[in-house]
């Protein structure tokens, strides 16, 4: 199993381009989520989906879009890219067990917005 | 917002039992709580998890005091590989089971 995989590890975007990150996991999980990590803080929740189909927002979502096409895809759009979503993006699945929860997170993408 | 309070940076010898405590103080009867690490950027990594009574895993201990509004996070022999943030976590209750990271614990673990 290559568990989760984020697609790309590191991009350079000017203000105003768009852009769409891709997670996929391999362990048949309904849940999949996304978070943006900033310098020296905890991991912030941007938009998260309970199923395929399905979305919902987090803490964070303006200025990003998701889909949920495939059960085991996960995308996440920046349509106009500004410098203050410069962060690093991190991806995580879990599997539907009612009141336990393990998330398994990719390797994360790294995003600078010039 | 974060339900979870932690000392910003804690650290220990190699070898020697690491102790990270965290207050939650707000919990719910039915709100477990969990403990994420992150070693230098890399994606978070699961460690444990309890309800009520101490657990124990390969990686770990949980101990939750009696009134659940603490827990302490052990690590038994601490290596240089332990250094890392630690997430002390209570889920959020709903169906969206959502975790709300909070700014965590720096552990410096120190030849």
């Known amino acids: 199993n290559a568990g989760v995989t984020q697609t790309p590890k590191f991009r350079v975007l000017k203000t105003g381009q768009s852009m769409t990150l891709l997670c996929a996991q391999d362990?048949?999980?309904?849940?999949m989520y996304w978070y943006r990590q900033d310098p020296g803080m905890g991991l912030r929740l941007i938009h998260y989906?309970?199923?395929?189909?399905?979305?919902a927002k987090g803490e964070v979502p303006d200025g990003y879009n998701v889909s949920r096409l495939k059960k085991q895809n996960f995308l996440l759009g920046l349509e106009s890219a500004a410098p203050s979503q410069t962060s690093v993006y991190f991806c995580?699945?879990?599997?539907?067990?009612?009141?336990?929860?393990?998330?398994?997170f990719g390797p994360g993408t790294r995003l600078l917005v010039l | 917002d974060a339900k979870t309070t932690q000392p910003p940076s804690m650290d220990c010898a190699e070898g020697r039992a690491a102790n990270l405590p965290c207050n939650h103080s707000t919990i719910s009867g039915n709100e477990y709580v969990y403990w994420y690490r992150q070693i230098h950027s890399q994606g978070p990594q699961y460690i444990i998890h309890g309800l009520k009574n101490n657990e124990t895993n390969e990686m770990a201990s949980l101990i939750i005091t009696e009134d659940r509004k603490s827990s302490t996070l052990i690590l038994p022999h601490a290596t240089l590989r332990d250094t890392a943030v630690y997430y002390c976590?209570?889920?959020?209750?709903?169906?969206?089971?959502?975790?709300?990271f909070g700014s965590g614990t720096r552990l410096l673990v120190r030849p």
């Open positions: 362990m048949n999980h309904e849940y």
């Open positions: 989906s309970v199923g395929e189909g399905t979305t």
């Open positions: 976590i209570v889920r959020v209750e709903d169906s969206s089971y959502k975790l709300i």
């Open positions: 995580a699945s879990s599997r539907l067990r009612t009141g336990i929860e393990t998330q398994y």
